[in-house]
Nanobody, 125 residues
Framework: QVQLAESGGGLVQAGGSLRLSCAGSGRTFSNYAMGWFRQAPGKEREFVAAITNAGSTYYADSVKGRFTISRDNAKNTVSLQMNSLKPEDTAVYYC???????????????????WGQGTQVTVSS
């Protein structure tokens, strides 16, 4: 069982930056692939970024070059550095943990076993 808690959301102007953090519980945190997803009002939850237990990273095309995912297994945390934010990045951002580390389907919501409660990110134009 893994419990996840996101922090770091807020209101920022377009072009600005935010850093989201996700704190996980449990001794086996390092075994999980970790992902960030987001959901805007009226839209489906979508993949943003993921990092495997081996440190391989994956990004949605819409955030590639602007967002960076990283993890610190000693602290049981995963972070998402978001730069050059756009109004279309506005959403609730969720942290998720995946036991399988299966990279072929790492972008799928259904692959993830545990989810945080989410943190709101609002980018004003």
């Amino acid at each position: 069982q893994v419990q996840l808690a996101e922090s770091g959301g807020g209101l920022v102007q377009a072009g600005g930056s935010l850093r989201l953090s996700c704190a996980g519980s449990g001794r086996t945190f390092s075994n999980y692939a970790m992902g960030w997803f987001r959901q805007a009002p009226g839209k489906e939850r979508e993949f943003v970024a993921a990092i495997t237990n081996a440190g391989s990273t994956y990004y949605a095309d819409s955030v590639k070059g602007r967002f960076t995912i990283s993890r610190d297994n000693a602290k049981n945390t995963v972070s998402l550095q978001m730069n050059s934010l756009k109004p279309e990045d506005t959403a609730v951002y969720y942290c998720a943990a995946d036991r399988s580390n299966w990279v072929v389907t790492i972008r799928r919501v259904s692959q993830y076993d545990y989810w945080g409660q989410g943190t709101q990110v609002t980018v004003s134009s």
